[in-house]
């Protein structure tokens, strides 16, 4: 299975740490991308990494992407209490055009005040 | 979540009922898909829709039975469901199946009794 697979399966942190979840996978992808969701919600788009970026940033939150490894982290700095929720990696996979995307089981991140 | 909307929110139904689950993109999108939401489980895609036609059928039960009339409707038929179907189902639409960044609604919560 190509599933992105999350890891912690969940994260408890204070309000002002950084948070950082992992994701990796197991075959070759054009890209890699993060959603968020609150409970019972649909996922929220966070951030797309190209198979030839290595980094990328988007105001709190920073994506890494190692190809080599089949891995991705998602780091969350100052957290604040609005970003508990499950958060989700998801690829495709190298040369598909068909646009699916393989979801993991998620992080759940709690930020406490 | 304005950009793709679901009805109804939840739904409560017997196994011998027949239901319909809706969902609307209001943003000029050509893929539509539908998946699965169950605790514990990864996300799992159940059809795709490509400028109305039907790319992939996750080998689905014909219990369940997509339609999309046009580009910014897709339908879910519900029709002798059972309890394990029990979910939050989840539309998400893309501008087409090959830029993938997906748009989520905000899910129907379905409990079958």
């Known amino acids: 299975s190509q599933q992105g697979e999350e890891d912690p399966q969940a994260l408890s942190i204070q309000e002002g740490e950084n948070a950082t979840m992992n994701c990796s996978y197991k075959t070759s992808i054009n890209n890699l991308q993060w959603y968020r969701q609150n409970s019972g919600r649909g996922l929220v788009h966070l951030i797309l990494i190209r198979s030839n970026e290595r980094e990328k940033h988007s105001g709190r939150l920073r994506v890494t992407l190692d190809t080599s490894k089949k891995s991705s982290s998602l780091l969350i700095t100052a957290s604040r209490a609005a970003d508990t929720a499950s958060y989700f990696c998801a690829t495709d996979k190298e040369g598909s055009t068909l646009g699916r995307l393989y979801f993991g089981r998620g992080t759940q991140l709690t930020v406490w005040p | 979540e304005t950009g793709v909307t679901q009805t109804p929110r939840h739904l409560v139904m017997g196994m011998t009922n027949k239901k319909s689950l809706k969902c609307e993109q209001h943003l000029g999108h050509n893929a539509m898909y539908w998946y699965k939401q169950s605790a514990k489980k990864p996300l799992e895609l159940m059809f795709v829709?490509?400028?109305?036609?039907?790319?992939e059928n996750n080998s689905v039960p014909s219990r369940f039975s997509p339609e999309c009339p046009n580009s910014s409707h897709l339908f879910l038929h519900l029709h002798t469901l059972q309890p394990e179907d029990s979910a939050l189902y989840l539309c998400a639409s893309s501008h087409d199946g090959t830029r993938n960044e997906q748009f989520f609604g905000p899910g129907t919560r379905l409990t079958v009794l």
């Open positions: 829709y490509n400028f109305k036609e039907q790319t």
